[in-house]
């Protein structure tokens, strides 16, 4: 699991540019696209850009593992599912850099303690503001639950649209990509996925 929800290695942490810097290489970038950046509505844009990356990738500088440490075992002896459906989140496509705009939907059956509700949006939020593939995504929030919070069994479904392609490439808009990651009871038991696409949909 450690590999998998780490934030920056440690080398990459001390070589991490410096403001000035990170300012620089966005008049690099538009230089490179052609215009001029001695024009006035560009003269504070590579603040604002360096300003917008520190929010948008802000999940580097955050550890889903403190954010999960905190669970309640007064359950009341409650057992079954636990389902927060269409968190929303943005990331951006590790290799365009362009936004990825969607949903989670995150489940996990308790095994003596249960997470605050908001915990489960805060780990998606930390691994959305990084730049990302879904199909890694989905698999690192399933991993950091099950590591932490170590329940009977974990469902995450990522639905999502790609700006990647929609905005360039094929350019095809509206189309949604899906996966899912399962552990534990939800892996081995397909009533158990039955249940968790179920309750998605509605129809629970």
């Known amino acids: 699991m450690d590999a998998i929800i780490k934030n920056f290695p440690s080398d990459a942490v001390d070589t991490r540019p410096t403001l000035a810097e990170a300012e620089e290489a966005v008049r690099t970038l538009l230089r490179w696209a052609g215009d001029d950046v001695s024009r006035e509505g560009l003269a504070d844009t590579p603040k604002r850009v360096a300003a917008s990356y520190r929010e948008l990738f ?14 309640f075992e007064e359950v009341a002896g ?36 249960v997470l605050g509700l908001s915990k489960i949006a805060r780990v998606v939020e930390i691994f959305g503001r990084r730049l990302q593939t879904q199909e890694a995504m989905t698999a690192q929030v399933a991993s950091a639950i099950d590591g932490t919070l170590q329940p009977r069994g974990v469902a995450v479904m990522i639905e999502a649209e790609h700006l990647c392609m929609a905005m360039r490439g094929i350019q095809k808009q509206g189309s949604t990509t899906i996966t899912t990651t399962f552990t534990g009871a939800f892996k081995s038991d397909p009533h158990e996925q039955v249940r968790f696409m179920t309750l998605i949909r509605g129809r629970g």
């Open 78 to 113: 409650y057992d079954d599912i636990v389902l927060v459906k269409d968190i929303p989140f943005f990331s951006h496509c590790e290799h365009h850099m362009v936004p990825i705009i969607g949903k989670a939907h995150i489940a996990y059956l308790p095994g003596g303690k």
């Open 58 to 71: 802000s999940g580097y500088d955050q550890d889903p593992e403190e954010v999960l440490g905190r669970t």
